[in-house]
C-alpha cells in the first residue's frame, strides 16, 4: 500500500517500507522526491535521488539547458530583444497619429477587381491614380490586388478611392 508520507511521526512499525509504492525492503535510502526527503526503495529511487545526481552532473560539465546562469543569461537577451525592438525608430506607430480613425472597414469581396475596373474606365495608370488621390502608390496597388488587410492600408485610402469613383469598396 503506498504510503506519501514526508517523514516519520504517527506511528506504526512501517520504517522498513518504501514511502513511495510501499515495498518492504531492508535496502531503503533517502531520495528528494518532489522537495520532500523520502525513504525510498530501489525501483523509485530514479525519480528522485537518481535523477538530482543527473542534473548536478551535467551543470558541473557546463553542459545544462537548464543551469540557473544560462536561464539568467538567456531572460537578459530576450529582455534586451524586446527593449531594442519596441524602441526602434522604424516601428509603424507615429507619435501623435489616430489610428483608429483610420481603421480599415469591412471591404466588399472582389473589392480589388472594383478598383482595377474603376481605374482602367477612367484610363489612369495606377501610379497617375496614387498620385491624383495622394496615396502611397503601393497602398493602392495592395488594394487592387486584394490585400489591403495584409498590408495594412488605412481607411482613408477605401475613402478616397470611393469618393474618386463613386463605387462602393466597404460594407
Known amino acids: 500500500m503506498t504510503k506519501y508520507s514526508t517523514g516519520s511521526g504517527g506511528g506504526g512499525d512501517d520504517g522498513d517500507a518504501c514511502e ?4 518492504e525492503s531492508a535496502s531503503l535510502r533517502k531520495a528528494n522526491v518532489a522537495g520532500a526527503e523520502l525513504l525510498v526503495c ?3 529511487a530514479p525519480m528522485g535521488a537518481n535523477r ?3 542534473r548536478k ?3 558541473q560539465q557546463g553542459g545544462s539547458r537548464g543551469a540557473p546562469e544560462n ?3 538567456r531572460a537578459a537577451q530576450n529582455t534586451a530583444k524586446l527593449m531594442d525592438s519596441s524602441s526602434s525608430p522604424d516601428t509603424d506607430w507615429v507619435e501623435g497619429a489616430k489610428y483608429e480613425e483610420d481603421s480599415l472597414p469591412y471591404l466588399v469581396s472582389g473589392y480589388g477587381d472594383r478598383v482595377v475596373a474603376a481605374r482602367q ?3 489612369l495608370t495606377s501610379e497617375e491614380l496614387a498620385a491624383e488621390i495622394d496615396v502611397d502608390e503601393d497602398d493602392l496597388l495592395a488594394v487592387e490586388e486584394g490585400r489591403a488587410t495584409r498590408a495594412d492600408v488605412g481607411g482613408s485610402v477605401i475613402a478616397k478611392l470611393e469618393d474618386r469613383f ?5 460594407e
Open 71 to 73: 536561464r539568467k543569461k
Open 166 to 170: 463613386g463605387i462602393q469598396l466597404a
Open 20 to 23: 513511495l509504492c510501499g515495498t
Open 52 to 54: 538530482n545526481k543527473d
Open 42 to 44: 530501489g525501483d523509485c
Open 57 to 59: 552532473k551535467r551543470e
Open 121 to 123: 474606365d477612367a484610363g
